[in-house]
């Protein structure tokens, strides 16, 4: 029983919450009506706007393929006009080629240099062979090496 009387109260709070949640709630104050906007109509022609998502293709693709490697420092055409065959499109850093042709130049001069020194001693050899002051051995040596000049 001791256990009877003590939750008795604790039943009763509970059934009074409930009871008191279930009744009728009080009707709310009347809203107001929405505000509405109005406006009188007027026949007037409007444009049709056709809007659509599509992909644009020209009638000739080209491929461009580089024949040079180097860093472009300019397009000279505006994408989508007519480029004839021979026209300049664009303009490639001359830097490295200019270095590339400046090497070669070197490696030119030295040969040409090398040329003549050998023709000379060549020349040298044949005039010192006739006179007798080198032996056949020496002359072949100095003349062996040379190729005749194209």
Do not use: W
Not at 114 to 132: G, P
């Amino acid at each position: 029983m001791n256990i009877l009387s003590k939750a008795l109260p604790l039943i009763a709070a509970v059934l009074l919450t409930i009871a008191s949640s279930c009744s009728r709630k009080a009707e709310q104050a009347a809203l107001p009506p929405p505000e509405v906007l109005v406006t009188t109509v007027t026949p007037r022609d409007v444009p049709v706007v056709h809007e659509g998502v599509a992909t644009l293709e020209g009638f000739i693709t080209a491929n461009i393929n580089a024949q040079v490697q180097g860093y472009i420092i300019s397009r000279d055409y505006k994408e989508g006009s007519v480029v004839k065959k021979g026209d300049l499109l664009f303009q490639i850093d001359p830097r490295a080629f200019q270095a590339t042709l400046d090497q070669a130049k070197g490696q030119l001069a030295v040969a040409q240099s090398n040329r003549t020194k050998a023709d000379a001693d060549v020349k040298r050899a044949l005039k010192l062979f006739q006179e007798k002051v080198i032996s056949d051995q020496e002359r072949d040596s100095h003349t062996s090496g040379l190729q005749p000049k194209f």
